[in-house]
């Protein structure tokens, strides 16, 4: 494949799309030449409870101090549900529910789903919730958990959604935090025709958060739980009592709407912070343009409500926009890998979103268990949280799409809060592995290593020159590290932690992380997590971990591991430490490959060097480049005789 290959945008995706060629050229001109003009008409997008005069005062210098819409007041809530409701469309259906079994789903409308975010609302504040509070959200894909992070919402808490699949561990650091007063969680969780016992980690967790008054438990599978007294309360029994009407909290555009926890390349994950409006603008925005999306289509974005992309585009956006959003509890190949498509032809699913590493795993499986189903409701696909492979690309697009679809690669991240760099269905001729052109109001730039801004065709560090509405504000109680983590490497820059290569076109294809971040399955991991996971058991002196290439999951997990002197090296040991990995964080986080080191390489400095690390763990040990200010050159070659896989 190479860059040359060019699906023209195919008529009928033009004709009525909210962005052909010409309008997109028309808003990229308008929102770099006249950004509060642009920015003053697309707030309208939200109900303001009232309209901003002051649209944009932000600077990547110094401080870094990022405001839009600064003066406005808004209820994120009502631009999701009264509006709608108000406006005649309380009956249509807000979110479909997809179980894990087959054979359960549900319809929710926009006034049913308005009355239960204000029953939980008005029960959030009967435990003493107030606006301002943070609130932890732990719970799997049921309609509960937009329920809870809207509710939180309509009262001006700021909600903190853990994904379900993370230990107990890692709830209790997240809990700990941002010191939440309240934990909203399920007696279990469902996948794949399996349990998981979320209320039961929620116990253990809660052992060391003290400032957890109260909890309130959704029941779903009705598996048996423990409930503590005057701490536990029953969601249904809970919320039965309560009215259901709660006028929506006035908040400023910039008043915290969420915080999400997310991994960088030092540390433990950082709280990202988004504020109200700017963040709802964006995610009205982009899920609008992005996806082309039109009134009564219905739009099934494939990730967690744990991950941002399920804020952004199972929530927030496809609420805004009045969508009929679908949540799926399930996974792909349960109970077999036709899931996906039978899902799509149930309920006539419009918009697909999903993950690369869901689509190498399905092409895997040939094109039989997608040719059984029809598909024929699809008009857009679309990708995110890693690079997609030109040849997953090409299997979804033909086998999947019918060479019908045109697909959006998406690239964004945790912090940007929405889509940056992607195709407009209707606008712009794609490139099988490239996510194409920046969004209206996006500037990207390459830089190289010192900081000096790379023109043409090249590749380089990704960088974002100036500020967007949805943009993270700071990092939660810690604005020193945000500056320091996103705006020191290049300073008066963004800096993304991704490399990208801009090609001949204009177009752009991002690379990956350029910094110790690992992206597995699409999920985001810091090495140094792990690392500090493995060297927290009793039998490790040291580890090292490092991302290897995965032909389903993108990167694997590869740890260097060395031990306490006396320790033996045993089959044994290495599953006990993939199982203690699993326990520390979660699944998500399994080592793919241990290797015993009883050296790492280092500088004479103590530093290790990881460049070989990476090199030798993906077999390319013909290329490891200078060895020879290692303290020890020879720990390589043991290294390399040893290599695991
Ligand atoms: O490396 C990029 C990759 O995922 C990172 C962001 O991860 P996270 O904050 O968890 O958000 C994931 C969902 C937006 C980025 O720094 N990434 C995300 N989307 C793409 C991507 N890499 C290449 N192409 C994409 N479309």
Redesign the pocket.
Known sequence: MTDQTLIAVKPEIAAGSHADAERRAAMVAEAAKDPEGFWTREMNRLAWMRAPTKIKDTSFEGDVSIKWFEDGVLNLTESCLDRHVEGGRGDAVAIIWEGDDPKSDAHITYRQLLERVCRLANAMKSLGVRRGDRVSIYLPMIVESAVAMLACARIGAVHSVIFGGFSPDSLSSRIQDCESTLLITADEGRRGGRTVPLKANADEALKSCPTIKNVIVAKNTGGGVAMEDGRDHDWATLCDAQSAECAPEPMGAEDPLFILY?SGSTGKPKGVLHTTGGYGVWAAFTHELVFDYRPGEVYWCT?DVG???GHTYIVYGPLANGATTLMFEGVPNWPDSSRFWNVIDKHKVNIFYTAPTAIRALMREGEAPVKKSSRKSLRILG??????NPEAWLWYYRVVGDERCPIV????????GGIL??PLPGSVAQKPGS?TLPLPGVFPALVDNDGAILEGATEGNLVITDSWPGQMRTVFRDHERFVQTYFSTFPGKYF???GARRDEDGYWW?T??VDD?L?VS???MGTAEIESALVAHPKVAEAAVVGMPHEIKGQGIYAYVTLKVDEEPTEALRKELVAWVRKEIGPIASPDAIQWAPGLPKTRSGKIMRRILRKIAANETDSLGDTSTLADPTVVQDLIGNRVG
């Open positions: 997310t990730a991950w941002v992309t990708s995110v949280g890693e690079p997609i690669d998406t690239w964004w991240q945790t912090e940007t760099i992607s996510a993304t932690g991704d991002i990956g992380r971040v992206n699409g999920h985001r």
